[in-house]
């Protein structure tokens, strides 16, 4: 068996798999072959034959080479450093952006919750408003009595009592108050 039959067979290669360049160089080696077969005795055609093989080795072992992936370089000390220098100021930044992120959602949601109260808050004015006005139109002399207030604010009410726009007082010596704007 010849040198590079065996290299093909350690690689688990066949011929069919070479290029078309190491087959024609193969089978250029048919005739030395034929000629020593002849004459195996004749050192001028051993000499051939192995110097051929020997050429077809080594361009087998090229080609299987240049077919692998590069081996990967060895990181140096200063390499290594640098890339755990970014890897930590990568994950330093994305945590100050999603703290910074955290934030702002903190800082939006308490003023959409501080814009609620505001709305809920003058909406709950407003419908006061009304309905004390309503009273007080409906009484032909714009007052309103001290009870229905109770019930309308939810508490008792002070002797100036501003609602919205809308300001009362009380009477003096009565249970009633007054629309004074």
């Given at each position: 068996m010849l040198n590079y039959e065996q290299?093909?067979?350690?690689?688990?290669k066949s011929k069919a798999d070479l290029p078309k360049e190491i087959k024609q160089k193969i089978n250029g080696m048919n005739l030395p072959l034929s000629n020593l077969a002849k004459d195996p005795d004749n050192k001028s055609r051993q000499e051939t034959v192995t110097r051929l093989d020997v050429a077809i080795?080594?361009?087998i072992q090229s080609?299987?080479?240049a077919d692998l992936p590069d081996a990967p370089q060895a990181e140096t000390a200063e390499e290594k450093q640098a890339r755990e220098k970014a890897e930590a100021d990568a994950q330093k930044q994305k945590a100050d952006d999603e703290a910074k992120a955290d934030a702002e959602k903190e800082k939006a949601d308490a003023e959409k919750a501080k814009s609620d109260a505001e709305l809920a808050e003058s909406n709950r004015v407003t419908a006061m408003q009304n309905e004390i006005v309503t009273i007080l139109n409906a009484s032909g002399s714009r007052t309103i009595e001290k009870a229905s207030l109770t019930n309308i604010l939810g508490r008792g009410p002070a002797d100036k009592?501003?609602?919205g726009t809308l300001r009362l007082a009380k009477i003096y010596l009565t249970t009633r108050y007054k629309a004074i704007s």
């Open positions: 290299l093909l067979k350690d690689e688990s080795c080594d361009l080609w299987i080479e009592e501003t609602i």
